[in-house]
């Protein structure tokens, strides 16, 4: 399948609703998410959309949000989640195959919204493309994250959260997952091009793999309903696709072993799985295949890169396993060995593990001038500083940028609507005032509690705010980059240090066999 629906989550912590509102409704710049604005200085209504409310009673969603709050004494913290947005984007082919218009977009929009949202003030709205002009349908909605009155629990609702009154919304994995099929059920349903939004979770799970999960399910309840009316009890409840029972195997040894050997030796010997390396990639081989399973077929955390990871967070809790000490010394020598011709150790490592890949380990260390393992260890030793110390850094400019953004925002804002509520004061007709300039009015109130919430007092300059913005992605960037580099670095040596250890503990079992 060459398009597919999405599904996206976003968490916001801004207090001022009527930005969700008017992000939806009026022209933004794609790149620098400012309002455009007309001839005359006034925001640009989008050229087309659809948007409705839920749970909002007589109110606006800003206000009905704001109230909620209020009421249940929540999200008054800068860093409380204030809304959760998901947006729904159709496979762009569903207009001209499959009938989908903006109507019957938001008509679906509002299904999924009042069926998995209930009892949450909400947006729902339409938009008839994307920022990239792909001409892909999407639909936003948006929800206050705390529900305003309780509603009967479903089956997919774990946690009393999920429907009690005055709770506030949880984008869990287990939710998204439930959203992820709720949206595949939906196409199907409404004749819309079948997707596969399973596969991008954790857990890799294809459209295939799902519909099979699905008719076996099906099958396997048939069968355990047979065996109850005659007295029996069923021996399996739930079922396991051949990917789902690797996976749950995978996952028992991985977090046992402290490198890749013992991973290896342990899939074999317990489950009889035999795992190899390609092209930086790993695959799967269970007992009884002929066909290996890819591990970006099963999931992200079965790829390279995360296997290796939680190996060295495993070996870090346990006491490490100390190989010879010459080892790396020896490895040196192989040039000769395969000179005098390979041994037998040798030649079962190389078949097991890839020549080439020995040679590649080799030459890093040799490079880099990691002859001995005390050297290797202490360099994997700081560079996993290295890597943790950037990572930090990088994810606290991160958040301070996000509240730069914040403010900034509030700041443009409260400007902007200052005068309405300067006028609102000396107004006639208060209600009939109120009522034409509702939503700057609201707005003006959301930015002005966003300030007392956050104890500021003086406005500060939005040119200094920018600059302090560039500042702190100038910083970021530095910091980033430290962490990419010190990740692919520490990669590279753990694995090194891997192949080292993996080729004379073979040696050792020949010496032992002969």
């Given at each position: 399948?060459n398009?597919?629906?999405?599904?996206?989550?976003?968490?916001?912590?801004?207090?001022?609703?009527?930005?969700?509102?008017?992000?939806?409704?009026?022209?933004?710049?794609?790149?620098?998410?400012k309002?455009?604005?007309?001839?005359?200085?006034?925001?640009?209504?989008?050229?087309?959309?659809?948007?409705?409310?839920?749970?909002c009673?007589?109110f606006?969603?800003a206000?009905?949000?704001l109230?909620?709050?209020?009421?249940y004494?929540?999200?008054?913290?800068?860093?409380?989640?204030?809304?959760?947005?998901?947006?729904i984007?159709f496979?762009?082919?569903?207009?001209?195959?499959?009938?989908?218009?903006?109507?019957?977009?938001q008509?679906?929009?509002?299904?999924?919204?009042?069926?998995?949202?209930?009892?949450?003030?909400?947006i729902?709205?339409?938009?008839?493309?994307?920022?990239?002009?792909?001409?892909?349908?999407?639909?936003?909605i948006?929800?206050?994250?705390?529900?305003?009155?309780?509603?009967?629990r479903k089956?997919?609702?774990q946690?009393?959260r999920d429907?009690?009154?005055?709770?506030k919304?949880?984008?869990?994995?287990?939710?998204?997952?439930?959203?992820?099929?709720?949206v595949?059920?939906?196409?199907e349903?409404?004749?819309?091009y079948?997707?596969?939004l399973?596969?991008?979770s954790?857990?890799r799970?294809?459209?295939?793999?799902?519909?099979?999960r699905?008719?076996?399910?099906?099958?396997?309840?048939?069968?355990?309903?047979?065996?109850?009316?005659?007295?029996q009890?069923?021996?399996?409840?739930?079922?396991?696709?051949?990917?789902?029972?690797?996976?749950?195997?995978?996952?028992s040894?991985?977090?046992?072993?402290?490198?890749?050997?013992?991973?290896?030796?342990?899939?074999?010997?317990?489950?009889?799985i035999t795992?190899?390396?390609?092209?930086?990639?790993l695959?799967?081989?269970?007992a009884?295949?002929?066909k290996?399973?890819?591990?970006k077929?099963?999931?992200?955390?079965?790829?390279?890169?995360?296997?290796?990871?939680?190996?060295?967070?495993?070996?870090?809790?346990?006491?490490?396993?100390q190989?010879?000490?010459d080892?790396?010394?020896?490895?040196?020598?192989?040039?000769?060995?395969?000179?005098?011709?390979?041994?037998?150790?040798?030649?079962?490592?190389?078949?097991?593990?890839?020549?080439?890949?020995?040679?590649?380990t080799?030459?890093?260390?040799q490079?880099k001038?990691l002859?001995d393992?005390?050297?290797l260890?202490?360099?994997?030793?700081?560079?996993?500083?290295?890597?943790?110390?950037?990572?930090d850094?990088a994810?606290?400019?991160?958040?301070?940028?996000?509240?730069?953004r914040?403010?900034?925002?509030?700041?443009?804002?409260y400007?902007?609507t200052?005068?309405?509520?300067?006028q609102?004061?000396?107004?006639?007709?208060p209600a009939?005032?109120?009522?034409?300039?509702?939503a700057e009015?609201?707005?003006?109130?959301?930015a002005?509690a966003?300030?007392?919430?956050?104890?500021?007092?003086?406005?500060p300059?939005?040119?200094?705010?920018?600059a302090?913005?560039?500042?702190?992605?100038?910083?970021?960037a530095?910091?980033?980059?430290q962490?990419?580099?010190?990740?692919?670095?520490?990669l590279?040596?753990?694995?090194?240090k891997?192949?080292?250890?993996?080729?004379?503990r073979?040696?050792?079992?020949t010496?032992?066999?002969?």
């Open positions: 399948m398009c597919m629906a999405t599904l996206k989550h976003i968490a916001s912590k801004n207090s001022d609703y009527t930005a969700i509102e008017a992000y939806l409704v009026y022209q933004h710049d794609a790149f620098t998410g309002q455009l604005l007309d001839e005359q200085g006034k925001p640009k209504l989008r050229e087309s959309y659809l948007l409705d409310t839920l749970e009673g007589d606006s969603f206000t009905a949000c109230l909620a709050n209020r009421k004494g929540k999200n008054t913290q800068h860093g409380d989640i204030k809304s959760h947005q998901y947006i984007s496979d762009p082919r569903d207009a001209a195959d499959n009938g989908l218009t903006m109507e019957k977009a008509a679906l929009g509002l299904k999924f919204c009042s069926e998995n949202f209930p009892g949450h003030p909400a729902v709205c339409t938009h008839p493309d994307g920022h990239n002009h792909s001409g892909n349908i999407h639909v936003h948006v929800i206050g994250s705390i529900r305003t009155r309780e509603v009967e089956p997919y609702m946690k009393p429907w009690r009154e005055g709770m919304h949880s984008s869990t994995a287990q939710t998204m997952r439930h959203l992820r099929v709720e595949m059920e939906m196409c349903s409404a004749g819309l079948q997707i596969d399973l596969n991008g954790k857990e799970v294809s459209e295939a793999e799902y519909w099979a699905r008719r076996g399910q099906m099958k396997l309840d048939r069968e355990n309903a047979a065996l109850a009316a005659t007295g009890q069923p021996k399996q409840k739930k079922f396991e696709t051949v990917k789902d029972t690797l996976r749950k195997q995978i996952s040894v991985l977090y046992r072993a402290t490198n890749f050997e013992e991973f290896s030796d342990r899939l074999m010997q317990q489950y009889g795992v190899k390396e390609s092209r930086g990639q695959s799967y081989l269970p009884g295949r002929t290996f399973i890819r591990a077929h099963l999931g992200d955390n079965y790829d390279k890169e995360a296997v290796l990871a939680t190996l060295q967070a495993t070996a870090v809790r346990k006491p490490k396993a190989f010879k000490q080892a790396i010394g020896k490895l040196i020598d192989i040039q000769a060995k395969l000179a005098e011709g390979k041994g037998a150790g040798y030649e079962r490592w190389a078949k097991q593990f890839n020549l080439k890949a020995m040679a590649q080799l030459l890093l260390l490079e001038g002859t393992e005390d050297t260890n202490q360099r994997i030793e700081e560079l996993s500083s290295r890597f943790h110390e950037s990572s850094v994810k606290d400019l991160e958040d301070r940028m996000k509240a730069n914040e403010l900034r925002y509030n700041v443009a804002v400007t902007s200052k005068k309405a509520a300067q609102l004061k000396t107004a006639k007709q009939a005032f109120e009522n034409q300039h509702r009015l609201t707005a003006y109130r959301a002005a966003y300030f007392k919430a956050n104890n500021i007092t003086k406005l300059s939005l040119k200094k705010l920018e302090e913005y560039e500042q702190l992605a100038s910083e970021r530095k910091f980033y980059e962490y990419k580099e010190a990740k692919t670095e520490l590279k040596l753990q694995t090194a891997q192949n080292v250890a993996s080729y004379f073979e040696e050792k079992q010496q032992q066999e002969r």
